[in-house]
């Protein structure tokens, strides 16, 4: 895999910061800025969450839903506009309960990515730091996600992970 040098992978832990810090990333361009959305709002605690992020970002931002559709949000962005994602372990659980095809998943992802040609900040959780999971379908997300987040390092020209509000470099 070809690493490509727009491409920044930020990982990090629940309430890490991670997602301020990828916003912050993203808003060292010049706009309009792109953000692709994955997580839908199911209940109001997720409502709430996605309001506090919105909030966040303001105005100036530009939003696209993909809670399935991933690699084609990110094929039709466009190609010129900084972009960033947010976030891959969503999309991947959503993948997940849509009995989806994750290895092509994966690879028609990684294809969408490595194709980018204006900055892009992709951003998840590390779910592989905490205790092995004691049923069957967490076992199989925390798997899943580990081999998706090795397969976006690779071709990431950068990857931070966010600990406690500090990025600490990893590549």
């Known amino acids: 895999m070809t690493e490509n040098p727009h491409l920044t992978f930020v990982l990090g832990g629940a309430r890490s910061g991670k997602s301020a810090y990828a916003e912050s990333l993203v808003m060292t361009h010049p706009g309009p800025w792109y953000y692709i959305a994955t997580a839908q709002a199911f209940d109001d605690e997720m409502r ?4 506090t992020h919105q909030a ?6 530009r939003t696209i ?3 399935q559709l991933l690699p084609e ?4 962005a466009p190609a010129d506009a900084p972009l960033m994602i947010d976030c891959l372990a969503i999309w991947l659980s959503n993948r997940m309960f849509a009995e989806a095809d994750l290895v ?8 969408a990515l490595s194709s980018r040609a204006a900055p892009t900040v992709v951003v998840s959780p590390e779910v592989g730091l905490s205790i092995v999971p004691e049923n069957a379908l ?14 976006v390092a690779k071709i990431a020209a950068h990857v931070a992970l966010v600990v406690a509000g500090y990025p600490v470099k990893v590549k």
Not at 73 to 76: G, Q, S
Not at 104 to 111: E, G, Y
């Open 48 to 51: 709430e969450r996605i309001a």
């Open 56 to 61: 966040r970002r303001g105005g100036d931002w």
């Open 65 to 67: 839903e993909a809670p």
């Open 73 to 76: 949000a990110v094929r039709n």
């Open 104 to 111: 092509a998943d994966r690879a028609a992802l990684i294809a």
């Open 138 to 151: 967490a076992r199989a997300f925390r798997d899943a996600a580990g081999l998706l987040h090795q397969d």
